[in-house]
């Protein structure tokens, strides 16, 4: 347990648990980032910076990407790129934000103050850069852009700052629902000077709802944990059989979100491969309710996570397909015009 994978979007303070461990899981020897950080091999800066979370904040902004060069057979290069390095640099200091902010509760607790500055710094810079790139997408999509681009920064800090984090409540879950979902996608069109039209709605819907599997995935896996240390969760206020059903419907909810943007008429069709995972979301769900122990309940968290590869890996493919074939026939259409 040294280790985070990136694959588990997991939080640090479930992990430690104040010394004692998640669950039946041993406790942290030695804290995350505890010894020269400087030092630190980059392997363990990328675990620290979640990689599951950086895939999971740039899905919404690539698909929404793929889907308008779709609809307008161009794009705003220099907006796009932005957009990707905001995106990602809020995403990951938000998430060494979290690694640091919950080390220092933890080592409180434990009076242990192995919470290094290091990390807190280097969180905070990539926030900065995440503020500096939403400039020029300010420019290209005015005060829209820049509400939205301000209420994600105040959200990256505010989930886990405070003694009353939002990531402490179900109030985070909702929270991560709007900004990794329709919160990025509406911002990804308006940078790109378009309306966020009803497709785009229900894009980031589906999104928002397949990102939610994930922290549902590891309420389940930390329930005990989160009961004991008063953690407001789902799985924490209804239970196992409620947080089952809460990750179920969240997959129900986002395939058919899915389906109304992809089926109708003059739709991007081949959105549909994202279907193509229903295989490896019925393993996630069906190992959720019959998960009784902790490590089983970890394969959980790792089966929810794969599942959501697959379905947004099917989705990407599916837009850039769908883009390539109508610039295809667009640029066949002016050729024969001609």
């Known amino acids: ?13 479930a992990d430690i648990s ?20 400087l030092t630190a091999k980059p392997a363990a800066w990328l675990a620290r910076l979640r990689p599951g979370a950086l895939l999971v904040g740039l899905t919404p902004a690539l698909a929404t ?32 934000l979290d690694v640091y902010l919950d080390a220092r509760r933890a080592a409180q607790a434990l ?8 990390t807190l710094v280097a969180g905070l810079a990539l926030l900065l850069i995440a503020g500096l790139a939403g400039v020029p997408l300010a420019l290209a999509g005015g005060w829209p852009v820049i509400a939205l681009g301000a209420g994600g920064l105040a959200l990256a800090v505010f989930y886990t700052a405070t003694t009353r984090a939002l990531k402490l409540s ?59 240390y008063g953690r407001r969760t789902v799985a924490a ?20 979100l899915l389906g109304a943007f992809a089926v109708p008429f003059g739709a991007p069709h081949p959105a ?5 995972a229903l295989p490896a979301v019925a393993i996630a769900i069906t190992g959720a309710y019959r998960a009784s122990e902790i490590h089983s309940r970890h ?18 493919a599916g837009l850039l397909m769908n883009s390539v074939y109508l610039g295809i026939t667009s640029a066949l259409a002016h050729a024969f015009s001609l």
């Open 299 to 316: 394969f959980v968290v790792r089966a929810t996570f794969h599942a959501y590869v697959l379905i947004v890996t099917w989705l990407l």
């Open 272 to 276: 549909l491969l994202a279907f193509l």
């Open 65 to 96: 990407l793929l889907y308008t060069w779709g609809e307008t057979g161009a794009l705003n290069l220099v907006a796009a790129l932005c957009l990707i390095i905001g995106a990602a640099c809020a995403i990951g200091g938000a998430s060494l």
């Open 111 to 118: 009076q242990e103050p192995w919470a290094t500055r290091r």
């Open 18 to 37: 104040l010394g004692r461990g998640a669950g039946s899981y041993p406790a942290r020897s030695t804290p995350p980032l505890a010894r020269s950080a």
């Open 1 to 13: 347990m040294d280790d985070i994978r990136g694959d588990e979007v997991r939080s640090v303070a």
């Open 170 to 228: 179900p109030l985070g879950d909702l929270a991560l629902f709007l900004a990794l979902g329709p919160g990025i996608t509406a911002l990804a069109a308006l940078s790109q000077g378009r309306p966020v039209t009803g497709p785009l709605w229900l894009l980031g819907l589906a999104l928002g709802a397949f990102a939610l599997t994930i922290p549902y995935a590891r309420h389940l896996r930390d329930r005990n944990a989160d009961v004991e």
């Open 237 to 256: 206020l209804l239970g196992q059989t409620g947080g089952r059903l809460a990750l179920a419907a969240a997959f129900a909810f986002g395939y058919s």
